[in-house]
């Protein structure tokens, strides 16, 4: 059983915070139900802990956008597996969850960029996603 525990808490983490990067707010709002059985009051407090990360991760800028996500997964991660451990009947509610997420298109970042290099040898050099391309001056 902790195994399982710990499979699922990891990939809710990550499912729900990349739902969350994506947009996907309205479907993660159900997330915070999986904790009724602790109290409306927990309740209430995880629904405001996932209004945050969804603000944080929206207002996070592109450099700080790694560390960003990877400390809401940890977060999350570590809040699905208490759960799990203490209510361990919520694993159908949690997977149910999981697979509507995954259900939901991804929306993906078009990347485009314009470099010029004018002049005798010139070249012109760019980066995008850490991959580093170069495109010298043609040669007559």
């Given at each position: 059983?902790?195994?399982?525990?710990?499979?699922?808490?990891?990939?809710?983490?990550?499912?729900?915070?990349?739902?969350?990067?994506?947009?996907?707010?309205?479907?993660?709002?159900?997330?915070?139900?999986?904790?009724?059985?602790?109290?409306?009051?927990?309740?209430?407090?995880?629904?405001?802990?996932?209004?945050?990360?969804?603000?944080?991760?929206?207002?996070?800028?592109?450099?700080?956008?790694?560390?960003?996500?990877?400390?809401?997964?940890?977060?999350?991660?570590?809040?699905?597996?208490?759960?799990?451990?203490?209510?361990?009947?919520?694993?159908?509610?949690?997977?149910?969850?999981?697979?509507?997420?995954?259900?939901?298109?991804v929306q993906?970042?078009?990347?485009?960029?314009?470099?010029?290099?004018?002049?005798?040898?010139?070249?012109?050099?760019?980066?995008?996603?850490?991959?580093?391309?170069?495109?010298?001056?043609?040669?007559?």
């Amino acid at each position: 059983m902790p195994d399982m525990i710990e499979t699922l808490a990891t990939e809710g983490g990550k499912e729900l915070v990349k739902a969350l990067a994506n947009g996907l707010v309205e479907l993660v709002k159900k997330i915070p139900a999986l904790w009724r059985r602790s109290g409306t009051e927990l309740e209430r407090r995880i629904a405001a802990e996932l209004r945050r990360s969804a603000e944080e991760l929206s207002e996070t800028g592109e450099d700080g956008a790694a560390a960003a996500l990877l400390r809401a997964e940890i977060m999350w991660e570590t809040r699905l597996r208490d759960l799990l451990a203490t209510h361990p009947e919520a694993r159908y509610e949690l997977e149910a969850l999981l697979h509507e997420i995954r259900r939901q298109p991804v929306q993906e970042t078009t990347i485009e960029q314009h470099i010029t290099a004018s002049g005798q040898n010139s070249t012109a050099q760019g980066v995008i996603g850490g991959t580093i391309t170069n495109h010298p001056f043609p040669l007559p």
